[in-house]
């Protein structure tokens, strides 16, 4: 134990031998002449043998009072403990409650020690010291900053709750934590995770960092995919198991077809993240809902299953205006559920609405009238009202800006060549997919109301049709400019907003949640915006059913599986160290044993006060005899 201020000691060096003084010191009498001392002899003797001192005696007030002092200079010297923790005074904490932090092993889940450990930072922080809640992993959120209220801070710690979506990158949080640490004097990030967390490497943070390591478990078997893919008289399940841990593995995987078993795999798995145990099975063409569900237990049981639903008779039409193009149409039709028309020659009005034909890819050639619904440009040759062309490139090499873009998913661009292509400027509303030297090569953004895409090239001029990647970003493009149709738009991400087209005859959409709760765009949780119907609260693993109604009567209905399909996140071996750079030039956040303290002085002034009544009550005790006495009298009469 150690002392903060030291020099508090003193107050008992000098306050202590005055109290005992007041012991040792004779009273002072008045004399008054008696006619005989023979009652008064005991007074006599006190006066003969204690003058002017007297000899201490036993007292019990006398230790009460020396005790008193004692608690109060300790607690004024403010001791305290080493112990793991923090030590600056702007305190600010980056919780981790991604997915992740659901593992069990850490009773009752490892939020819930995360939660634990924050709110025993909080009780370190000297007097006046103050600290920001930052809950890190999915959707970032601050629910307190820069407040020395206790009670507020560990009232914003209790309501963190675990977010399934979002993974687990800290490039937001520590952005967030190094300006606010940039603000305050005597600042210290603390962060409280299993580790499975994304840190850039550019982040310089001007604090020191510190790093407290939650959970202990490392072995986990997980869904890590699963589809169901429509055929012609049956439908293909494809189911993927995986083993994150690092020893081998034997599990059951039980397949429910609408709620009914229908079969069940045992499976042996090696600890291999790379490669999974693959189960390929047909199902009958009227199921509707397949789970797959791994049988025991592990740490985390978020991934032990994972849900399909059927596409089988969902038809997307995409309309294609172009002069011939053979590659195209050819990948468009391997694209499962995609029904290809084409407007006859010659027509400049488009009668169907965007429900009818959300998409249309528009192929060299421009129309002087867009059609409605979403919109593919590939190889433009004139400007449009959302981006301009300038002129040509000449043999642009192709870069991705973005290696985590989903319209780049399972797609490699390094090995395609382009002869030639256009020279787009695209608005404010385009976000660059694809960049060459010279101008975008693939821009994708959103503009009234509208999902729009721009392909700078003319397919004939590439050799794109020739690579596995052209029917990969096709798909893509499909899933994105088509949200909520088709099998791949059917999964969805945790968090992962539900987009859908419908009418403007729809009076009604209503999603039912995984857990029978209801949202409808009547009360405002179903977003109805430009002909879209935007569901936004998809953090719960499960099937989501989506209603279209019209006037009371239900139109159609949509099926949405949600699915924890994140290796970082089944990933759930805990890291005991960290690497964040750090402007002081260290690097490693390892918190050593001895590295905070715990103040005991509230401790103290409590027993003070308790030692205080207790005297008090010794000091008076005759009087309360007497009251005592008075009280039985009163109550026997």
Same mark, same amino acid.
């Given at each position: 134990?150690?002392?903060?201020?030291?020099?508090?000691?003193?107050?008992?060096?000098?306050?202590?031998?005055?109290?005992?003084?007041?012991?040792?010191?004779?009273?002072?009498?008045?004399?008054?002449?008696?006619?005989?001392?023979?009652?008064?002899?005991?007074?006599?003797?006190?006066?003969?043998?204690?003058?002017?001192?007297?000899?201490?005696?036993?007292?019990?007030?006398?230790?009460?009072?020396?005790?008193?002092?004692?608690?109060?200079?300790?607690?004024?010297?403010?001791?305290?403990?080493?112990?793991?923790?923090?030590?600056?005074?702007?305190?600010?904490?980056?919780?981790?409650?991604?997915?992740?932090?659901?593992?069990?092993?850490?009773?009752?889940?490892?939020?819930?020690?995360?939660?634990?450990?924050?709110?025993?930072?909080?009780?370190?922080?000297?007097?006046?010291?103050?600290?920001?809640?930052?809950?890190?992993?999915?959707?970032? *959120?601050?629910?307190?900053?820069?407040?020395?209220?206790?009670?507020?801070?560990?009232?914003?710690?209790?309501?963190?709750?675990?977010?399934?979506?979002?993974?687990?990158?800290?490039?937001?949080?520590?952005?967030?934590?190094?300006?606010?640490?940039?603000?305050?004097?005597?600042?210290?990030?603390?962060?409280?995770?299993?580790?499975?967390?994304?840190?850039?490497?550019?982040?310089?943070?001007?604090?020191?960092?510190?790093?407290?390591?939650?959970?202990?478990?490392?072995?986990?078997?997980?869904?890590?995919?699963?589809?169901?893919?429509?055929?012609?008289?049956? *439908?293909?399940?494809?189911?993927?198991?995986?083993?994150?841990?690092?020893?081998?593995?034997?599990?059951?995987?039980?397949?429910?077809?609408?709620?009914?078993?229908?079969?069940?795999?045992?499976?042996?798995?090696?600890?291999?993240?790379?490669?999974?145990?693959?189960?390929?099975?047909?199902?009958?063409?009227?199921?509707?809902?397949?789970?797959?569900?791994?049988?025991?237990?592990?740490?985390?049981?978020?991934?032990?299953?994972?849900?399909?639903?059927?596409?089988?008779?969902?038809?997307?039409?995409?309309?294609?205006?172009?002069?011939?193009?053979?590659?195209?149409?050819?990948?468009?039709?391997?694209?499962?559920?995609?029904?290809?028309?084409?407007?006859?020659?010659?027509?400049?009005?488009?009668?169907?609405?965007?429900? *009818?034909?959300?998409?249309?890819?528009?192929?060299?050639?421009?129309?002087?009238?867009?059609?409605?619904?979403?919109?593919?440009?590939?190889?433009?040759?004139?400007?449009?009202?959302?981006?301009?062309?300038?002129?040509?490139?000449?043999?642009?090499?192709?870069?991705?800006?973005?290696?985590?873009?989903?319209?780049?998913?399972?797609?490699?661009?390094?090995?395609?060549?382009?002869?030639?292509?256009?020279?787009?400027?695209?608005?404010?509303?385009?976000?660059?997919?694809?960049?060459?030297?010279?101008?975008?090569?693939?821009?994708?953004?959103?503009?009234?109301?509208?999902?729009?895409?721009?392909?700078?090239?003319?397919?004939?001029?590439?050799?794109?049709?020739?690579?596995?990647?052209?029917?990969?970003?096709?798909?893509?493009?499909?899933?994105?400019?088509?949200?909520?149709?088709?099998?791949?738009?059917?999964?969805?991400?945790?968090?992962?907003?539900?987009?859908?087209?419908?009418?403007?005859?729809?009076?009604?959409?209503?999603?039912?949640?995984?857990?029978?709760?209801?949202?409808?765009?009547?009360?405002?949780?179903?977003?109805?915006?430009?002909?879209?119907?935007?569901?936004?609260?998809?953090?719960?693993?499960g099937v989501y059913t989506l209603e279209e109604l019209r006037d009371g009567e239900i139109q159609a209905t949509h099926r949405y599986a949600v699915n924890l399909f994140d290796q970082q996140e089944s990933t759930i071996a805990p890291q005991r160290d960290l690497t964040v750079p750090q402007t002081s030039g260290?690097?490693?956040?390892?918190?050593?044993?001895?590295?905070?303290? *715990?103040?005991?002085?509230?401790?103290?002034?409590?027993?003070?006060?308790?030692?205080?009544?207790?005297?008090?009550?010794?000091?008076?005790?005759?009087?309360?005899?007497?009251?005592?006495?008075?009280?039985?009298?009163?109550?026997?009469?």
């Amino acid at each position: 134990m150690s002392l903060i201020s030291p020099l508090a000691l003193l107050g008992a060096a000098i306050i202590g031998p005055i109290i005992v003084a007041m012991y040792l010191l004779k009273l002072r009498r008045e004399e008054r002449p008696v006619s005989s001392t023979f009652l008064w002899r005991k007074m006599v003797r006190d006066v003969e043998a204690n003058a002017p001192w007297q000899k201490l005696r036993r007292s019990l007030l006398l230790l009460l009072q020396l005790l008193l002092l004692l608690l109060l200079v300790l607690a004024l010297a403010r001791p305290f403990f080493q112990t793991q923790g923090i030590s600056g005074r702007n305190l600010i904490i980056i919780l981790d409650h991604s997915a992740s932090m659901g593992a069990d092993d850490e009773p009752p889940s490892r939020l819930e020690a995360a939660k634990a450990k924050a709110v025993q930072l909080i009780d370190q922080l000297p007097d006046g010291g103050q600290a920001t809640i930052i809950a890190a992993g999915g959707t970032m *959120q601050v629910p307190v900053a820069s407040t020395s209220d206790r009670r507020e801070l560990r009232q914003a710690i209790s309501a963190i709750q675990l977010d399934n979506g979002g993974g687990s990158d800290l490039s937001q949080p520590l952005t967030l934590a190094s300006a606010l640490a940039a603000r305050e004097e005597d600042s210290e990030i603390a962060i409280i995770s299993d580790g499975n967390v994304r840190i850039p490497s550019d982040t310089r943070v001007p604090a020191r960092v510190s790093y407290f390591p939650i959970g202990r478990a490392s072995e986990n078997v997980a869904v890590s995919a699963i589809s169901l893919q429509p055929g012609q008289n049956s *439908q293909t399940l494809f189911v993927q198991v995986t083993n994150y841990g690092v020893s081998a593995a034997a599990r059951r995987l039980d397949i429910y077809l609408d709620g009914a078993i229908f079969n069940a795999y045992n499976l042996s798995l090696d600890p291999d993240p790379t490669h999974g145990q693959s189960i390929v099975a047909e199902i009958p063409p009227q199921v509707r809902v397949v789970e797959a569900r791994l049988d025991g237990q592990d740490a985390l049981a978020a991934d032990d299953r994972a849900f399909a639903v059927s596409t089988l008779g969902d038809a997307l039409t995409v309309r294609l205006i172009s002069q011939g193009n053979r590659f195209l149409e050819t990948g468009l039709a391997l694209l499962p559920g995609v029904q290809v028309t084409k407007p006859i020659s010659g027509t400049s009005t488009f009668t169907e609405t965007a429900t *009818q034909i959300p998409v249309t890819i528009i192929d060299g050639s421009a129309p002087a009238t867009l059609p409605p619904g979403n919109l593919l440009f590939i190889g433009p040759i004139r400007s449009t009202d959302y981006f301009s062309v300038t002129g040509e490139i000449e043999f642009p090499s192709l870069r991705s800006i973005s290696g985590d873009d989903p319209l780049l998913r399972n797609v490699s661009l390094s090995e395609v060549s382009v002869l030639k292509a256009a020279r787009i400027v695209p608005g404010s509303w385009a976000r660059v997919v694809v960049d060459s030297d010279g101008a975008p090569i693939l821009a994708v953004g959103e503009r009234d109301g509208r999902r729009i895409a721009v392909l700078a090239f003319d397919l004939h001029n590439s050799d794109l049709p020739l690579q596995v990647a052209f029917p990969l970003l096709l798909s893509n493009l499909m899933s994105y400019l088509a949200p909520g149709s088709g099998a791949e738009a059917s999964q969805l991400l945790p968090g992962q907003p539900l987009a859908l087209q419908v009418d403007a005859s729809i009076t009604e959409v209503r999603v039912t949640r995984p857990d029978g709760a209801v949202s409808s765009s009547r009360d405002g949780g179903v977003q109805m915006r430009d002909g879209q119907a935007i569901y936004a609260d998809t953090d719960p693993l499960g099937v989501y059913t989506l209603e279209e109604l019209r006037d009371g009567e239900i139109q159609a209905t949509h099926r949405y599986a949600v699915n924890l399909f994140d290796q970082q996140e089944s990933t759930i071996a805990p890291q005991r160290d960290l690497t964040v750079p750090q402007t002081s030039g260290a690097q490693s956040t390892t918190t050593r044993q001895r590295d905070g303290r *715990q103040e005991i002085w509230r401790w103290l002034a409590l027993a003070a006060l308790i030692v205080l009544v207790v005297e008090w009550l010794v000091y008076q005790r005759n009087g309360l005899a007497y009251l005592r006495q008075r009280w039985r009298q009163r109550r026997a009469g």
